[in-house]
Structure formats: C-alpha cells, structure tokens
C-alpha cells in the first residue's frame, strides 16, 4: 500500500472517530439539557408560591401532569421514525419540562442536603454502569433484554403494593429498580455506542443520526432519573 493510500486511510479513520464522538456528545450534550432543565423548573416551581399552590396543591393537576409525560415518552418512542430532529427535540424538551413540574414535590418532602447527596451518588452509579456498558466487549442485549423484562415485573409489583402498602415490599422493590436500572443504563449505553458506529460509516444518515441522539438521550435521561428516585426512595432523609 503507498504511502499516499495509508494517508487517505488514516484521514478516514480520524474523520469516522470524530463522527462517532460527536454523536456520542451530542447524546450526553441533550441528556445533560434535559436534566439541567428539569432541574431548573423543578426549583423554580418550589420557590415560587403562585406555581407551587398550581401544580402541587391540586391532586388533578399534578395527575394530568404524570399523564402527560407518559403520553410524551410514548409518542416520542412509537414515532421515533417519523418525527424530524426538531419534533424529537420538542417531545425530548417538553418531557423535561414537564418532569420538573412533578419533581418540584421532591423539594417539599425530602432535606435539600439529602437530595443533593442522592444526585451526586446517582450521578457515580450512572457513570460506573455506563462505562462499563461502553468499553465492555461483552454483548449486554441479553442482560438488557432481562432488565426490560424485570422492569414490567416492577411495575406491576409497584401497583399492587399501592394497595398493599407493604414496607418490606417497597424495599424490596426498590432495591430491583436500583439493579435494574443499573443495567438498562450500561445497555443503553453499549447501544448509543454502536449507533454512533452505525452513524460514522454512514449506515445511519446524518438527519436520521441527529434525531437517534436525542431519542439516546431520552434512554439515559429516563435511566438516570429512575435510578435517582429509587436511591431517592430508600436513602433519602425527609422533611
């Protein structure tokens, strides 16, 4: 091979390498504005009394919300292929959004201090899980598909204990929805980075790939903040 080839090689393999970051930062890029976003809103609608009294102090209201942001995630996730990059960004923001009007009750029943030490553990359990799903060599679509599976599980537990109202029981499934998305998070994780490979070769076109990063992002958002309140849930310190 001439030397001229083994240039154009390398030129090639550099320009794929920064396809595939930018994908990969873009993802936590949109992840991150989410979380910032529903954060800001969240404390927002805690400090200030007029919304506090509007989304908090009506049952009605604060259920229409949950509804809203279930139909959000569904829509985004049915029709993932169908809405452009900007409708992927509104559906991505307008969840954030409105997961922060819900969350600003995390501030009227848990210790300021209390949630700031879950975040920043959150934040090394998510890490640790995410790299390991990155730079692992091993297939984790088995775990994930487990994991996908358990979570239906817990859900279901989740409802009934609603009724039951069993503490054993809410521990118990705590500590699942700690392990489970625990492993959604290093699956998903090794999914956004074979779509960033998929992207970089060109398998997934650059319209197509910018819309992926966001609905990537919607994964780990979802991951990191299930995981949050479930650590939340167990260790948190309240009011």
Not at 66 to 91: D, F, P, Q, W, Y
Not at 118 to 140: E, N, P, Q
Not at 183 to 204: C, E, H, N, P, Y
Request: aromatic fraction near 12%.
């Amino acid at each position: 091979m001439s030397e001229h080839s083994l240039d154009a090689l390398s030129a090639t393999t550099r320009d794929a390498a920064a396809v595939q970051a930018g994908f990969v930062n873009r993802v936590f890029g949109w992840m991150t504005g989410g979380l910032a976003l529903t954060g800001l809103v969240a404390w927002a609608v805690y400090s200030t009394e007029p919304l506090r009294e509007l989304f908090l102090g009506s049952r009605g209201i604060f259920t229409t919300l949950l509804i809203l942001e279930l139909v959000v995630v569904i829509v985004m996730t049915a029709a993932i292929n169908k809405l452009s990059a900007a409708g992927a960004a509104g559906c991505f923001l307008a969840f954030s959004l409105l997961n922060g009007l819900t969350f600003s009750s995390l501030f009227v029943y848990y210790d300021l201090n209390s949630l700031a030490a879950t975040f920043f553990i959150t934040s090394g359990m998510f890490g640790g899980a995410g790299l390991f799903g990155y730079v692992t060599k091993r297939d984790l679509s088995g775990i994930g598909g487990i994991a996908f599976m358990a979570l239906l599980g817990l859900i279901i537990a989740s409802v009934v204990n609603i009724f039951m109202d069993n503490s054993l029981m809410e521990k118990l499934i705590c500590y699942a929805g700690v392990i489970i998305f625990t492993a959604l998070t290093a699956w998903d994780l090794q999914r956004i980075k074979q779509m960033s490979f998929a992207v970089a070769d060109g398998r997934i076109d650059e319209s197509t790939g910018r819309k992926y990063a966001i609905y990537g992002a919607l994964n780990l958002y979802l991951d990191f903040i299930n995981l949050f309140l479930f650590l939340l849930r167990l260790f948190g310190g309240r009011k």
